[in-house]
């Protein structure tokens, strides 16, 4: 007898470690600082541990397509927590900056196939009329994970140990393992794909290469280094070679299978996420280092006055869950990305003087554009895509997602360097005992240039203001481009609500 799916519990299971590990994306950043002093490491030295786990998952995550093949879906499932548990713990044990950072590249490997295959599980338990709250679900969880990691990271570093950032991962890992095994159905491989070992080497060397080059290219002042360029060019030869040979090897031997670019709204679903990744995203890794290195926000209180964007993200796709289906895909996609457009209106006009309240609607706002734009679009992207696609459909449009979000990420912090040098300069041309200004007897004192103190004084002020400069530059870039992929909701193809998966597809898959 065939025991009936017990859904919530699937998806309470699912999403623990959902949320465990989009968690684990940002809970470390704040505790660096505590961890360099106990393991010893210098600035540079610590930031590998941050790299190391993203560039481990970026790696691993094509893998999960062929591995549920091979392996079944909830075996590997269970894997990947399993692992990622016990490599959060030996995070915890770590005594020196090597182990650190061989249990975080652990960590990124076995972390790697939890968010895909949360969907792929997600939309293969429910039905079609459910899957856009299923979507939404799954959103809250990878959405929110990074939201709240700074304030977490930062309530258990003060509060214990930087230690308890990894061992909380602990007890939730054993209860979705325990949830996982009970509830989810075995469901053994299909064994139809080949492991191709050369693409993936190559598609693995890309992205590796690529990762690095984001990671520490700001920090090396980009081409001027020699180690920019090695990572440039490795990521040139390998991309190319992983192209061509995926274009001359047959789709069921190939690693990346391209019949999934012969689905539309598959394709348009990547080009889109990856739009939002880069435009979306980056603007969460300019509002923190604005707060703390500007306004003199403590860490504790900047992870409070962000932490709602997170509430306007949950509300919008508990709501959006519900309209899928009844309301126009691509309507929904073009309010949630007008809402973030508000918000990034609102942000271009901040200044230094700023009150919380002046934080936390703008976040609340564009919290509430993200939820709009991204349960759709997941929905609309595998809305026709068969069922045996799935799992390297998500693989790959997680790895896309991703990639976006280091671009994106990369291009604001580049330009805010970048524009704050170039508005100081400007500044500091307009600077002259000519202004009014010296003729307050006051500001002529306490900036008196002929003195180093006043000198000093004067230079915090103008690198202060400069920096604010940058940062609305970079706010104004991300509205202008918000505005500019609005025409690419035409591309989108709206599923009808009794849709069948693509035909074309689905045929292909079954031959094979």
Not at 224 to 237: G, N
């Amino acid at each position: 007898m065939i025991r009936p799916l017990n859904r919530p519990m699937i998806t309470l299971s699912i999403m623990l470690a959902t949320i465990m590990q989009t968690l684990d994306s940002t809970i470390a950043n704040v505790a660096l600082p505590h961890m360099q002093g106990t393991l010893s490491a210098s600035q540079d030295q610590i930031a590998w541990v941050l790299t190391a786990y993203i560039v481990a998952a970026a790696i691993a995550t094509p893998l999960t397509g062929w591995l549920v093949d091979r392996f079944g879906q909830k075996n590997i499932f269970l894997a990947s927590i399993g692992g990622f548990t016990l490599a959060s713990m030996l995070c915890g044990m770590s005594n020196s900056l090597a182990e650190i950072v061989a249990a975080r590249l652990l960590q990124g490997v076995f972390g790697a196939a939890l968010v895909p295959l949360a969907q792929v599980v997600l939309m293969d338990i429910n039905p079609r009329e459910k899957q856009g709250s299923a979507m939404a679900v799954w959103g809250m969880g990878v959405m929110v994970g990074p939201i709240l990691g700074p304030t977490l990271g930062g309530w258990l570093t003060d509060s214990y140990s930087w230690r308890w950032v990894f061992f909380i991962n602990v007890p939730i890992g054993l209860l979705a393992i325990y949830g996982m095994w009970r509830y989810i159905p075995s469901v053994p491989g299909a064994r139809s794909m080949r492991f191709d070992v050369f693409g993936f080497a190559m598609l693995s060397l890309a992205i590796g290469a690529l990762q690095m080059l984001l990671d520490r290219g700001q920090q090396n002042d980009w081409f001027s280094s020699s180690e920019t360029w090695i990572e440039a060019i490795a990521l040139v030869v390998t991309a190319t070679y992983f192209v061509a040979h995926t274009l001359m090897t047959p789709a069921h031997k190939s690693f990346v299978d391209f019949r999934l670019f012969k689905n539309q709204n598959y394709v348009t679903g990547v080009l889109f996420i990856f739009i939002v990744g880069l435009v979306l995203y980056a603007t969460r890794a300019l509002v923190p280092t604005m707060l703390e290195t500007l306004l003199d926000y403590p860490v504790a209180t900047t992870g409070l006055v962000t932490a709602p964007a997170g509430v306007g993200t949950m509300l919008a796709m508990l709501i959006v869950g519900r309209l899928i289906g009844k309301i126009d895909l691509r309507l929904m996609l073009f309010i949630g990305f007008m809402i973030t457009a508000v918000a990034l209106w609102q942000m271009a006009h901040y200044s230094l003087d700023l009150s919380q309240s002046d934080i936390v609607w703008p976040g609340v706002i564009q919290g509430i554009g993200i939820g709009l734009v991204f349960v759709p679009l997941s929905a609309a992207t595998f809305a026709t895509l068969s069922p045996q696609m799935r799992a390297q459909g998500t693989a790959l449009y997680s790895l896309v997602r991703n990639i976006g979000s280091s671009i994106g990420i990369s291009l604001v912090q580049t330009l805010l360097v970048r524009n704050t040098v170039i508005a100081h300069a400007s500044m500091v041309e307009r600077i002259t005992t000519g202004s009014s200004a010296w003729t307050n007897p006051a500001i002529a004192k306490a900036y008196d240039v002929g003195t180093t103190g006043g000198a000093a004084l004067l230079d915090s002020v103008v690198v202060r203001q400069a920096a604010m400069i940058a940062y609305i530059d970079d706010f104004w870039l991300m509205l202008f481009l918000t505005l500019a992929v609005l025409p690419l909701l035409l591309l989108i193809r709206p599923p009808k609500r009794d849709q069948a998966p693509d035909a074309e597809v689905e045929a292909q898959a079954v031959m094979d």
